[in-house]
């Protein structure tokens, strides 16, 4: 445990910013289920508008460090070619 004030309050500000990237990191996780549900149901149409709502959430989570830019750039384009599939 922390004995200092300063260790104190380093403490406090690590669980706050723990819980405030567990949230973000699940609601990235919760938009691309939304994507994949769609993609599943075969709708060409919504799929691309989930999609679309979708991008801007996981590009802001990757800018602000919560998931690696790569991560988000591989799923940005795997749940685009599953789109793309859909209209062929």
């Known amino acids: ?7 104190k309050k380093r403490a406090r500000q690590s669980e706050q910013r723990r819980q405030r990237n567990a949230s ?3 609601m990235v996780r ?8 769609v993609i599943e149901t075969g709708n060409h149409n919504e799929a691309q508008t989930v999609y679309h709502a979708a991008v801007p959430i996981i590009d802001r989570m990757a800018a602000k460090g919560i998931i690696h830019k790569n991560t988000a750039a591989r799923h940005k384009s795997r749940l685009l070619l599953r789109i793309r599939k859909l209209a062929a």
């Open 1 to 7: 445990m922390a004995n200092t004030v300063q260790a």
């Open 24 to 26: 973000s990191r699940s």
């Open 30 to 37: 919760t938009y691309i289920k939304n994507v994949v549900k």
